[in-house]
């Protein structure tokens, strides 16, 4: 008899079923962007945070600039899970964004199929070193601009060329607090990484 999956009291569970497919996901971006956030509006299940408040000393090297509202950060990881159509589970990682915890992110992304790359477009220089971790571990990515209500809009073709974006990158916009949209983009994330998976052989 197969053992019920452990739940939380939800009732939702933290195991998936035997059917279910499994994809390891890193939420990614610069400082202050958005990666906890979103994790926050998309898991199904009680979210993990390594969250610590800021002191004065962490302020002198994390440019707060932009971000008056910025009282905590993730020193470690995130974690979510979300489950979509087709049996698909979507575990979502989410790393630090400041330099000084970058091998941290290498750990955090081994065994990762892809990477969601969060962007601010009033910081969009913050996130050429991000991308070019993802783009060394060899990590296909989408890249979502988190949409700040004091940010500017620039069409996506302006977007593409400033972030060097291959034309197959996935580019969408969306807010971090908002549901659908978050949705929309870690989905995006996932077909793209379903099409560069080794297709299996037919046994004929």
Same mark, same amino acid.
Request: aromatic share 6%; hydrophobic share 40%.
């Given at each position: 008899?197969?053992?019920?999956?452990?739940?939380?009291?939800?009732?939702?569970?933290?195991?998936?079923?035997?059917?279910?497919?499994?994809?390891?996901?890193?939420?990614?971006?610069?400082?202050?962007?958005?990666?906890?956030t979103?994790?926050?509006?998309?898991?199904?299940?009680?979210?993990?945070?390594?969250?610590?408040?800021?002191?004065?000393?962490?302020?002198?090297?994390?440019?707060?600039?932009?971000?008056?509202?910025?009282?905590?950060?993730?020193?470690?990881?995130?974690?979510?899970r979300?489950?979509?159509?087709?049996?698909?589970?979507?575990?979502?990682?989410?790393?630090?964004?400041?330099?000084?915890?970058?091998?941290?992110?290498?750990?955090?992304a081994?065994? %990762? !199929?892809? @990477? $969601?790359?969060?962007?601010?477009?009033? #910081? +969009?220089?913050?996130?050429?070193?991000v991308?070019?971790?993802?783009?060394?571990?060899?990590?296909?990515?989408?890249?979502?601009?988190?949409?700040?209500?004091?940010?500017?809009?620039?069409?996506?073709?302006?977007?593409?060329?400033?972030?060097?974006?291959?034309?197959?990158?996935?580019?969408?916009?969306?807010?971090?607090?908002?549901?659908?949209?978050?949705?929309? %983009? !870690?989905? @995006? $994330?996932?077909?793209?990484?379903?099409? #560069? +998976?080794?297709?299996?052989?037919?046994?004929?």
């Amino acid at each position: 008899m197969d053992s019920a999956p452990s739940t939380d009291r939800t009732g939702i569970g933290y195991l998936p079923h035997a059917d279910q497919t499994l994809m390891k996901l890193v939420v990614t971006g610069p400082f202050g962007v958005g990666k906890t956030t979103l994790i926050r509006t998309l898991s199904e299940i009680p979210t993990l945070h390594t969250e610590e408040a800021m002191t004065q000393s962490s302020t002198r090297l994390d440019d707060t600039a932009g971000l008056p509202d910025k009282t905590t950060t993730t020193v470690a990881v995130d974690f979510g899970r979300l489950t979509v159509p087709d049996d698909l589970v979507l575990y979502m990682f989410g790393t630090p964004g400041q330099e000084r915890f970058f091998p941290l992110w290498e750990d955090i992304a081994r065994g %990762a !199929l892809g @990477a $969601l790359v969060l962007v601010d477009t009033r #910081r +969009l220089g913050d996130s050429f070193a991000v991308m070019d971790m993802v783009e060394e571990q060899g990590l296909p990515y989408a890249v979502a601009v988190n949409r700040f209500p004091d940010a500017p809009d620039h069409p996506d073709e302006v977007l593409r060329k400033h972030l060097d974006l291959h034309p197959d990158t996935p580019l969408l916009q969306c807010d971090a607090r908002e549901r659908r949209g978050s949705i929309d %983009a !870690l989905i @995006a $994330l996932a077909e793209h990484v379903l099409t #560069r +998976l080794p297709q299996p052989q037919d046994p004929s």
